[in-house]
């Protein structure tokens, strides 16, 4: 809203060309939210505390979660999309179809956790939506925004994969691009939500990813950039950029009150909008499989509970302790916060790698 504003005055004041660039604005859209976030934070969490309107915490969990969790206000993805929302809104360029595709990615993944953390509160009990409706409905979504994107991008751009490392190692999908970028979307957002379980674990990550994904998207959006480093260029890519600056302010501004101990819990609201964000940002740079290894600890938080339950059904027993894997250092001994640091630090070097794709090919 004000960049549009803006760029209708540049022509009466000149100094407001500072706003046309991307570095910019993304500063101001990260700003935006978090400042957002800090502001609204403690009047949301004393209006949730006040009507108890907090996650059932899991019997089977560690010992020190049902002691010292149980009562703390969640849904805290709503304050991460108001956040959010004010950044991209006030700072990003409405016109680009790539924004408008997040944005319904992001509140329709955020409505579909809402309702799953009201069902939580409702029945008291930690089982929310049924798996099969969740994932009913994150499919539907996310095949809903991709045939919104065909409407407005190069369709055939979307049919290639490219491979990190190699320069011209380029796989044309066909039709199956459709399947295969939903399963990022819909697998994106349940590995976010699956590693949301102790305080900061998967907020800080996310953050990380985001970073990455803001440089990734502005040089792919830049012709001279992409082609110095052998990436796709990917017209309109930049203005991705905005938005994931959006996500780091907001996640920036959560973390103040989810920080252990924790005031307030993300839940599935803002994991869901979250994870789908991330997911459909790696489609649009075309770097899903770069995605795959920023967010490694996503990926190796959600292989964990396929593994426990393949185990589980076929020979009666558990590889791990408790899945997801986190609580399984937890059920060893380990204390939330050594957790919590150690997996940031798995986060870090692999946001590192990463990027670090970029350059060798």
Not at 135 to 145: C, N, R, S, T, V
Not at 197 to 202: E, H, M, T
Not at 336 to 353: D, G, H, K, P, Y
Request: some cysteine; aromatic content about 16%.
């Amino acid at each position: 809203m004000l960049y549009s504003l803006f760029l209708n005055l540049i022509d009466t004041y000149s100094f407001l060309n500072v706003f046309k660039y991307l570095t910019v604005r993304t500063g101001l859209a990260m700003f935006t939210s978090m400042l957002v976030v800090l502001l609204v934070g403690t009047p949301f969490i004393n209006f949730f505390s006040a009507r108890q309107i907090h996650d059932p915490i899991r019997s089977d969990g560690p010992e020190d979660h049902i002691i010292k969790k149980i009562g703390t206000p969640t849904m805290g993805g709503l304050l991460i999309l108001l956040g959010l929302f004010s950044g991209i809104l006030l700072w990003g360029d409405l016109s680009s179809p790539y924004i408008w595709f997040l944005m319904f990615i992001v509140l329709s993944f955020g409505f579909i956790g809402a309702y799953d953390d009201y069902k939580k509160i409702k029945q008291k009990n930690s089982s929310g939506i049924s798996l099969k409706i969740k994932l009913f409905l994150q499919i539907f979504l996310a095949f809903l925004g991709i045939y919104i994107l065909m409407n407005f991008i190069d369709t055939q751009e979307l049919r290639n994969l490219y491979f990190p490392f190699f320069k011209n190692l380029i796989i044309n999908l066909g039709w199956f691009f459709i399947p295969f970028y939903i399963f990022i979307i819909v697998g994106s957002s349940n590995a976010v939500n699956l590693t949301d379980g102790l305080d900061g674990l998967a907020t800080v990550p996310v953050i990380l990813v985001a970073g990455c994904f803001a440089f990734i998207s502005y040089v792919s959006g830049n012709i001279v950039f992409s082609e110095y480093l052998q990436i796709p260029y990917i017209e309109g890519t930049g203005e991705v950029t905005v938005f994931c600056g959006s996500i780091i302010g907001a996640c920036l501004g959560f973390l103040w009150f989810n920080a252990p101990p924790a005031k307030i819990f993300m839940g599935d609201t803002g994991s869901l909008a979250l994870g789908g964000s991330l997911g459909s940002i790696g489609i649009i740079t075309k770097h899903e499989i770069v995605l795959a290894i920023t967010g490694g600890l996503f990926v190796f938080e959600a292989i964990s509970v396929i593994v426990q339950v393949i185990s589980f059904k076929l020979t009666g027993k558990r590889i791990f302790k408790m899945a997801p894997i986190h609580h399984h250092f937890e059920k060893k001994g380990w204390p939330e916060s050594t957790v919590v640091i150690r997996f940031w630090i798995i986060s870090i070097v692999l946001a590192m790698i990463g990027l670090a794709t970029l350059k060798f090919r």
